[in-house]
């Protein structure tokens, strides 16, 4: 399995997903066509939780995204989980600035709707 790699411009985020089980999100998530822009994130999680890695670790560092990309961030994370279900461990670290109480809520909004503990990391 290759790894899946796009990088991030104006709108959209990078999003880099690595068969090794290191993921990440990061930037700004706004784009118009939310279903095309994470349509292929998506195909790549289903094939990976065929065979995960011992360990699937997400890294979300967003600036801002709106709701139609927060409802496909959810929906990926929620393929990743899988995992759970095959014994093998799943971490999700949720950066946001120091200050940023909207990013921080979102986190907890994701972890709440995930049903699962998220590693809230401060940046300065």
């Not at 104006?10 to 999100?25: C, H, Q, V």
């Not at 093998?88 to 909004?109: A, P, Q, S």
Request: hydrophobic content about 45%.
């Amino acid at each position: 399995m290759d790894p899946y790699r796009i990088e991030a411009d104006r709108n959209t985020p990078l999003i880099f997903l690595k068969p090794d089980g290191i993921m990440a999100i990061k930037g700004r998530s706004i784009h118009e066509n939310v279903v095309e822009f994470y349509s292929p994130a998506f195909e790549w999680a289903d094939e990976y939780v065929t065979k995960p890695a011992e360990l699937t670790c997400v890294d979300i560092q967003l600036e801002y995204f709106n709701s139609a990309s927060a409802k496909y961030i959810i929906k990926l994370l929620q393929k990743f989980r899988k995992v759970l279900f095959l014994d093998k461990k799943f971490v999700i670290n949720w950066y946001y600035e120091e200050g940023d109480e909207d990013i921080l809520e979102r986190g907890e909004y994701f972890a709440s709707v995930l049903d699962m503990p998220f590693n809230f990391i401060k940046v300065v």
